[in-house]
């Protein structure tokens, strides 16, 4: 075995100085920086990669593990399995750390080489090809009837219908006399609800500054007054924080960021720079001094100017800058907002160099309150609270907690500690701010036994665009390095990781002096080689890195997200309303008035998130979609017209007859036509909870046979890594990381959408009740536009609805699913900002279940009848869901979920605050024997379309 200092190759240049430890000044001087290139990287820079160029890239390590004449095909597995090996290390969970693994690996070598050898003929066999990518399959044609509606106005009725609209509101001057249009009004909407400045303050409002100073911690201070959301974050654990940004790129970008919201444009880039930089110019042009009597202006004055240049040169920036004058919408509270940045970007000038503002962070509660008191049970009691039971580990991770943990509820008993955590990784973000887009490799240490045993494995994790970010799961020590696309010998920048700079820059011009990156950026905008687009694309990253810092020091969280953002969890305000169901003490549990119709209007719009207070807390949901206890005959897919309100009424009664609210003579509720489900928490940090018996058995027999092909229409494909694979956003570079990687995953899996199959459907709508969502968010919307050009086999699942495709895996023994993340790193350009927030994720085998000739056989059925011989048929052992970095006050390895036939869990990727939940990272664990069968299901906000 080599040892492992030979995983990481000598440390590069450039890995100390590129992140959190960046004083304003270089901020300021950073704002001047650029490259020198040739190259238009504007032109085509919305064009985005296509797949065959990933796919090309994905195998170029092939190359580099040459040196042997081999037929293309063969030279192809080579690659696959030395890129498989090195991503397995990369993102190895595996407890013993690279010894342990290794040491398994070079036992492995042969079964592996055998058995990608077999995938890779199956896969070779299948559409896709060697190298395609698992991306969700196109959406078949499904979408509520919309025939009878003018094409113009299809998306506001539907945006009405699903309640994301919300124009009339008369918050809104609309100065240009009616001239707005429908899809104008539509879009500005849109805009309203996920504007990227909202949430950010820079002066308080007038009637919030009477009743808090700005650094109160209240969340009362965060209203602006054309809404009164904010009551909506009691109990999120929200307070508010203040940022400070440089005067300069801040304000240009915030500036422009107010901007792209009023006019509702989908980017910054999108607004003509010229034009909006011209108001700073003014701004700077106001005399300190009063000409008339020598005084300086006081700030009223100085506001009051800034408002009448904003007066005057608006109107005009507006129609210069939007293709239409009737996208003009500049509400009141954006414009006071707007006034006050400007205004602090005058003071700035003045007085300091900083802009100051506020917004939201979420405060993580203590350890200690993830445990209730009234929850403690005498030692001798072995179940803890009503989510343990004896198939779950959770019960293991409660139990023993509880008894160690004294104090009020939600007044943290700081004597208890969170238990230090046996696992190092962690999410890392690569950003360029170069205007050449870059490589970026893992160097991932030496192979250790086998044809090419000692060599230096370099992996591929993806192409960086210019100005955009890329993300992976890492570990301390790991090394990675940067190339230009063209060269992958010419190593630009090689970084270290170490878990106090996740966030990493390549930024070529960080080594000159301040006054050196002036006059490059000077003679570079000179000679037409950088564009205003590229400054500010360069600036928002910089504006990102200010609040990171800020966000870091205030919560001692890396800064995942992109700055500003929208908060998306305030459409899960209406969880306000939605958490009357939550149990607040053990005897509540027993009231059913937990739960809620979940027809009951407090559905969430989106982004809906259960609080997860303490450990065994619960929640309760009625469901009208029921279990199915037979299935009907001949199933169909489904196709638009089956949503149409009429049709689907009847569908719902055809189905009744097949379903009911119980199965197995066990009923779970009174009434014939709703069944109630109920949510415990399982990990408060990360936010994990589970249902059980989501599924009955013959819904869960029905996805396996799907996943097994009994049924056809799933292929299974050797799985792929992270959702950067399946969701190719041609303007979201952020989310391309080549399938190079992939490798970690060794599961099979397919993809099924809800239409192709009634129960899957029927799943779906179960799941939208489970997350208080609504269900309709879930149906394709978009290709009832025919103005959306999807191409031909794109699937945009945030654009088209907040739900992907079911994905079925497989995993038979020894495969895995190495720690990741799901969620995504959404392009620093896209306004919306859409995050795959939640997981839902189906548990189809259990532990100790069998599969015998297709036909699931649950653990509990084979030890009463003793007719199936378990030692020849292994059931399912190991393939738990570990979320190794759940925090307690009591376990080092995190909560591990053992898999129990149809169950399912609910963990959230994101925060409340919208950063993504780091601690959400999680491994399918090692299958040990038998064959485990899940399914995921990822819901997304908001929605874009
Ligand atoms: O198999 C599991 O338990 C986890 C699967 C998973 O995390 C994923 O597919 O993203
Ligand atoms: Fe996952």
Redesign the pocket.
């Given at each position: 075995m080599e040892d492992d200092d030979d995983v990481h190759p000598s440390e590069g240049p450039g890995t100390s100085d590129e992140s959190y430890d960046c004083d304003e000044g270089d901020e300021y001087d950073d704002y001047y920086d650029g490259e020198c290139d040739d190259d238009d990287h504007d032109e085509g820079y919305d064009e985005g990669d296509d797949g065959d160029r990933r796919v090309a890239r994905a195998t170029t390590p092939s190359t580099k593990y040459g040196g042997v004449v081999v037929g293309e095909a063969r030279q192809h597995l080579f690659a696959m399995i030395f890129a498989m090996i090195a991503a397995a290390y990369a993102h190895s969970s595996l407890r013993g750390g690279y010894a342990t693994w290794r040491e398994e690996l070079s036992r492995d070598w042969t079964s592996l080489t055998t058995s990608l050898a077999s995938r890779s003929s199956s896969r070779s066999s299948s559409k896709a090809g060697v190298g395609g990518y698992a991306r969700t399959p196109p959406s078949p044609y499904a979408a509520p009837s919309m025939d009878a509606i003018p094409v113009a106005d299809r998306r506001l009725v539907l945006e009405r219908a699903l309640g994301v609209g919300g124009v009339d509101d008369d918050d809104h001057d609309h100065d240009d006399g009616g001239r707005r249009a429908t899809t104008a009004a539509t879009t500005a909407t849109r805009g309203e609800d996920f504007r990227r400045t909202r949430g950010l303050i820079f002066c308080a409002t007038p009637a919030s500054s009477s009743s808090s100073s700005s650094s109160s911690g209240s969340i009362g201070m965060m209203a602006d007054d054309d809404n009164d959301y904010h009551d909506d974050f009691d109990g999120l654990h929200l307070t508010s924080m203040e940022f400070v940004l440089p005067r300069d790129p801040g304000v240009r970008v915030l500036h422009r960021h107010y901007l792209a919201d009023e006019l509702g444009v989908d980017s910054i880039v999108d607004v003509d720079g010229a034009t909006s930089d011209g108001i700073l110019e003014e701004i700077d042009d106001i005399p300190i001094v009063d000409d008339d009597n020598d005084d300086r202006i006081d700030d009223d004055e100085l506001l009051e100017r800034i408002g009448s240049i904003i007066d005057s040169r608006l109107p005009s920036m507006i129609s210069s800058s939007s293709s239409s004058s009737s996208r003009y919408r500049y509400s009141r509270a954006g414009r006071r907002q707007h006034l006050c940045l400007l205004r602090q970007y005058a003071l700035s000038g003045r007085s300091g160099r900083s802009i100051r503002g506020t917004t939201m962070a979420y405060d993580r509660p203590h350890v200690s309150t993830y445990y209730r008191v009234d929850d403690v049970r005498p030692s001798s009691s072995s179940s803890s609270s009503s989510s343990s039971s004896s198939s779950s580990s959770s019960s293991k991770d409660h139990d023993g907690g509880l008894a160690v943990i004294s104090g009020r509820v939600g007044q943290p008993n700081h004597k208890v500690l969170p238990a230090s955590l046996s696992f190092t990784g962690f999410a890392a973000k690569f950003i360029n701010l170069s205007v050449n887009d870059v490589d970026l490799y893992w160097d991932g240490g030496r192979v250790p036994s086998g044809p090419k045993a000692g060599e230096i494995l370099t992996v591929l994790v993806g192409t960086v665009r210019s100005m955009e970010s890329i993300g992976t799961s890492t570990f301390p020590g790991h090394s990675f390095h940067v190339t230009p696309t063209y060269d992958a010998d010419h190593v630009l920048q090689r970084w270290t990781i170490t878990g106090d700079e996740p966030i990493l820059y390549h930024d070529p011009l960080s080594d000159m002096s301040a006054v050196e990156r002036i006059r490059e950026i000077d003679r570079l905008t000179r000679e037409g080689k950088w564009t205003e687009r590229r400054r500010f694309e360069r600036d928002a990253w910089l504006v990102d890195r200010s609040f990171g810092r800020d966000y870091l020091v205030k919560t001692g969280r890396a800064w995942l997200a992109n700055f500003p953002q929208p908060y998306h969890s305030r459409q899960g305000g209406e969880m306000g309303r939605a958490v009357v169901s939550t149990t607040t003490t053990a005897s509540d549990r027993a009231d059913d008035d937990r739960y809620y119709p979940s027809e009951a209007g407090a559905k969430a719009r989106g982004g809906h998130m259960w609080p997860a207070e303490y450990i065994g807390q619960t929640h309760g949901v009625v469901t009208s979609n029921l279990y199915y206890t037979s299935l009907p005959e001949g199933l169909g897919r489904l196709t638009r017209d089956d949503y149409h309100p009429v049709v689907e009424e009847e569908r719902f009664m055809e189905m009744r007859k097949f379903q009911s609210s119980g199965f197995k003579g066990k009923k779970v509720d009174n009434d014939d036509s709703t069944m109630k489900l109920t949510l415990s928490v399982l990990s408060c940090a990360p936010r994990v909870l589970e249902a059980k018996d989501f599924l009955s058995p013959v819904e869960v027999q029905h996805l396996i046979d799907l996943a097994s092909g009994a049924k056809g229409g799933v292929i299974m494909k050797r799985s792929k890594v992270s959702a950067s694979n399946i969701n190719d956003d041609e303007n979201d570079s952020s989310r391309k990381v080549t399938g190079s990687k992939a490798d970690a995953r060794s599961s099979t899996g397919g993809w099924i959408h809800r239409e192709e199959d009634v129960i899957v459907d029927t799943i779906f709508r179960r799941i939208a009740d489970l997350l208080n969502i609504d269900e309709r968010r879930m149906r394709d919307l978009v290709q009832d536009f025919p103005e959306v050009d999807l191409g031909e086999d794109e699937w945009h699942p945030t654009h088209d609805r907040i739900v992907e495709a079911m994905?079925l895996?497989r995993?038979e023994p020894g495969e895995v699913?190495a720690p990741?993340h799901?969620f995504t790193y959404p392009s620093n350009k896209n306004r919306y900002q859409p995050k795959r927030y939640a997981t839902v994720?189906l548990y189809l085998t259990g532990e100790g279940d069998v599969i015998e000739n297709g036909v699931l056989r649950r653990s509990a059925s084979l030890s009463k009848n003793g007719n199936i011989d378990a030692r020849k048929e292994a059931g399912l052992q190991g393939?738990g869901?570990l979320f190794p970095r759940a925090i307690t006050a009591n376990h080092h390895d995190g909560i591990n979920v053992v898999p129990q036939s149809g169950n399912a869990i609910v963990f959230y990727n994101v925060l409340p605050d919208g950063n993504m939940d780091d601690l959400s990272q999680?491994s399918?664990e090692k299958v040990e024997e038998g064959v485990k069968y899940?399914a995921?299901v990822w819901v997304w906000d908001p929605i874009v379309n």
């Open positions: 994905q895996l995993y699913y990741h799901d994720l393939g869901t999680h399918g899940v995921n």
